[in-house]
């Protein structure tokens, strides 16, 4: 099967249909129709067979996987996704490895109602890169820089499983088999948060999704807010199967350096406590808050029951580890 005939049978035949794709697959370029009023958002990702994945991984979790990571960006923004473009780099030409690949990418892009407009295939090694778009007004984008003192800290979901499975796959680790599945799934099928990222519209000042470790990723918020947060860590949502499996100490460590979780980490001026609370019973999602922004040079004081402490967590940063798993 050659290129062309790749991109038909399994991407172009099986792409959803939008209304405001003018021209998808097939010519040089896509032509988009972007609504009157909002910018463009566009995040890329690339993942790297044993660098940010397993070479044996499902297939199928594959496929959502690296389309997952790329609406996560989205989410974070709180951009209504649109659009995607494929750019695969394949040893061969696998109908089976394909046909899973597919499958996942595709159902994922049906959930959250984005359609793929191009890319591009070619042989070498096992690589997949990603281009997702979509649509924010300008002034209700979710950036970085909004922060300020006062504003509670927001983390969705919980945090540590994926990590925690990397790490059993790298060094074996004697887990409940119950435990292993549950993060093994969080690892391989990280659910991006879209709605609650188009709900925090109008209510959050920043926010971003945590791909490096709430740690290294937290601080991004405060460097580009100029601003210092307080977090307590009993408050974490540490996930139950991770709490589980290792020790607290462990524990403290996957949810602050792991990453891999891909959940959003937000803020919000005091008083919306009610708003966050409802929207977390409306979108059957918890959000916990885990602490409050300050004044001051951007840092991170931990606290422990109310007691400041010193932690020593490294988040995750490319070219400095060799571990596969980790995704950006």
């Not at 995040?43 to 996560?72: M, Q, R, W, Y």
């Not at 925690?164 to 659910?191: E, G, K, T």
């Not at 460097?223 to 307080?230: L, M, T, Y």
């Amino acid at each position: 099967m050659g290129e062309f005939e790749l991109i038909q049978h399994y991407f172009a035949a099986q792409a959803a249909a939008r209304a405001d794709v003018e021209l998808g697959i097939g010519d040089d370029c896509a032509l988009l129709n972007v609504p009157v009023g909002e910018c463009l958002a566009v995040s890329t990702d690339t993942l790297v067979s044993d660098v940010h994945f397993f070479a044996d991984v499902d297939p199928v979790a594959l496929g959502h996987k690296a389309l997952a990571v790329n609406l996560s960006d989205l989410a974070a923004m709180g951009a209504q996704p649109r659009w995607i473009s494929l750019a695969l780099t394949l040893p061969k030409a696998d109908d089976v490895w394909l046909t899973g690949f597919t499958q996942g990418f595709h159902a994922l892009a049906v959930k959250h109602n984005v359609a793929l407009i191009g890319g591009d295939t070619t042989r070498g090694p096992l690589s997949i890169t990603i281009s997702a778009k979509g649509t924010v007004p300008a002034a209700q984008a979710l950036r970085r820089s909004g922060a300020k003192a006062g504003d509670a800290i927001y983390v969705s979901g919980s945090l540590g499983a994926a990590a925690l499975a990397v790490q059993q796959r790298i060094h074996n680790l004697p887990i409940n088999s119950d435990a292993l599945r549950d993060c093994s799934f969080r690892m391989d099928y990280p659910q991006p948060r879209c709605e609650l990222g188009l709900a925090l519209r109008g209510i959050a000042t920043s926010a971003l999704d945590l791909s490096d470790g709430l740690s290294g990723d937290l601080m991004h918020i405060l460097r580009a807010s100029g601003v210092a947060a307080e977090i307590e860590l009993t408050n974490l949502p540490i996930a139950s199967a991770v709490q589980r499996s290792v020790t607290p100490e462990q524990a403290l460590q996957l949810a602050l350096g792991g990453g891999d979780d891909y959940e959003l980490c937000f803020t919000v001026p005091a008083g919306h406590e009610t708003a966050i609370s409802e929207l977390a019973v409306a979108l059957d999602l918890p959000l916990t808050r885990i602490g409050t922004i300050t004044t001051g040079e951007p840092q991170i004081i931990w606290y422990h029951q109310g007691k400041a402490v010193e932690l020593h967590i490294n988040g995750w940063e490319h070219f400095h580890h060799g571990e596969a798993g980790k995704t950006s």
